[in-house]
């Protein structure tokens, strides 16, 4: 029998389910009683386990943070992860509003279409057809709902923490396909400096930078020195100009995302390359000497002691996104991700000890491990055998630098929703999910549950 029968047959109701939570503003807000990440987040959560009750299966709800529906019979469970909240709309929106939920021209419109409403509403059909084809798994199979991905995955947290079961084995449609088997290991952090400052030339301002994850466009400092200053700097993308009492000096940049700095150019490291020309002296010059040959314009921190690389997911990078110079402290805030096979204790003292040698200070730092699971296990070689049964295409897992929902869980990997070639718009204006997409994702989904499950 053809255990995606229901999709078909109910596929304009799997659409109408989609848009009518596409128009629940889902964005986090402030906690209140029955809502800890804020009305909407929990709204939407409600209303999806009450579509998983009318598609007849058992929920659960976990403190408003997170839920689930499952399926089955077994000791083990099998899990497909994924998130009801949303960002923020923005601006821009040009073919629909942004909460419609509007279906036009093949596709669905409406903030969380892709992101990751349009997947788990398939995860919910995917299940749905299974049960009705009358599919027994051998493993239960659980579709579990966060509510706050976007804004620091205390929803998974909560979760672990509080005795939820972990799956064997899953899956979060909440990347691309054809899969995503491996996650750098990321360290965010920032470190600072207090200089006392001597001599004619005196830093008094030094800023650039949006995150730590963005690759600088713009960078600026200004100095109180001899105005004849001015000449002694000459580097491209540099601009040197006279205010009262000293120089400005900018600096341009090409903003790209921090888990790529190779593709861009760094704003920060170029003013401080162009600042380390002036006859700074003192623990100002040594510090700018630090940052402009320690840093300088490098993305895989070379001179800082960091160049690592593994065979399957290629270099450290590293990314200075964020700088700024208050009271007389030099701040400089960072991304670092590190390949997937190489531990974190070799990592991390590694920076320490870089920056430290720099009479560099550390004030903040997180730490996201890595994740890796080898192409031959199990549960890629059965993700990829459905991947390449549906498209007829051939499919190879892959590493990246940033991080997906997959982290949040043990056993899990980014399966879909996103087709290789396919537009991405998820945090974009006008995103939107083509109809035939969100089938194609639900019939992919029952496919993947049944492999893994039967
Ligand atoms: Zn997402």
Redesign the pocket.
């Known amino acids: 029998m053809d255990f995606k029968r229901y999709i078909h047959a109910h596929s304009d109701e799997l659409l109408a389910s989609l848009a009518a939570l596409v128009r629940i503003p889902s964005v986090e807000g402030e906690p209140e009683e029955g809502a800890p990440f804020g009305k909407e987040p929990a709204r939407c959560l409600h209303e999806m386990l009450a579509l998983c009750e009318k598609l007849g299966f058992p929920t659960e709800n976990m403190d408003d943070r997170v839920g689930w529906c499952e399926y089955g019979e077994g000791e083990e469970m099998v899990a497909v992860l994924g998130?009801l909240d949303v960002v923020p709309a923005g601006d821009g929106w040009t073919e629909s509003e942004p909460f419609s939920g509007e279906i036009k021209n093949g596709r669905i419109y409406g903030r969380g279409t892709m992101?990751?409403k349009g997947p788990m509403v398939a995860a919910v059909y995917a299940l749905a057809t299974l049960k009705q084809s009358g599919f027994q798994p051998s493993r239960r199979i659980r579709v579990i709902f966060g509510t706050n991905?976007?804004t620091g995955c205390g929803d998974m947290a909560w979760y672990a923490s509080h005795g939820g079961e972990m799956p064997v084995m899953g899956f979060t449609p909440?990347g691309e396909y054809p899969l995503i088997n491996g996650e750098k290991g990321i360290l965010n952090g920032t470190y600072t400096r207090t200089l006392h400052q001597t001599g004619d030339y005196i830093l008094t301002r030094f800023e650039g930078g949006e995150a730590s994850n963005i690759s600088p466009a713009y960078a600026v400092a200004e100095v109180k020195c001899p105005t004849e200053a001015a000449s002694k700097i000459a580097a491209e993308k540099v601009t040197v100009t006279p205010i009262d009492g000293g120089i400005r000096v900018e600096a341009e940049g090409v903003a790209v995302h921090g888990s790529t700095p190779e593709l861009g150019e760094n704003a920060i490291g170029r003013l401080a390359m162009a600042l380390a020309q002036l006859p700074f002296t003192g623990e100002t010059g040594e510090c700018l000497a630090f940052v402009s040959e320690r840093l300088g314009m490098e993305t895989h921190g070379e001179s800082l002691g960091l160049a690592m690389r593994d065979g399957v997911s290629g270099d450290l990078t590293m990314n200075v996104g964020v700088a700024s110079f208050e009271n007389e402290t030099l701040s400089l805030t960072f991304s670092v991700r590190y390949p997937v096979t190489l531990p974190y204790e070799l990592v991390y003292p590694r920076l320490k000890r870089g920056f430290t040698l720099g009479g560099f200070t550390e004030t903040e730092m997180t730490h996201a491990a890595a994740l890796y699971i080898p192409k031959d296990s199990e549960l890629i070689r059965r993700l990829l055998g459905v991947y390449e049964a549906e498209t007829g295409e051939k499919a190879e897992p892959k590493c990246i630098g940033g991080g997906t929902?997959a982290k949040s869980m043990p056993n899990i990997v980014a399966f879909g929703p996103i087709f290789p070639g396919d537009e991405v718009r998820?945090h974009k204006p006008d995103e939107y999910m083509e109809t035939r997409r969100v089938i194609q994702n639900a019939e992919i989904i029952a496919s993947a549950m049944k492999a893994l499950a039967e």
């Open positions: 998130h992101d990751d991905e976007e909440d929902y998820e």
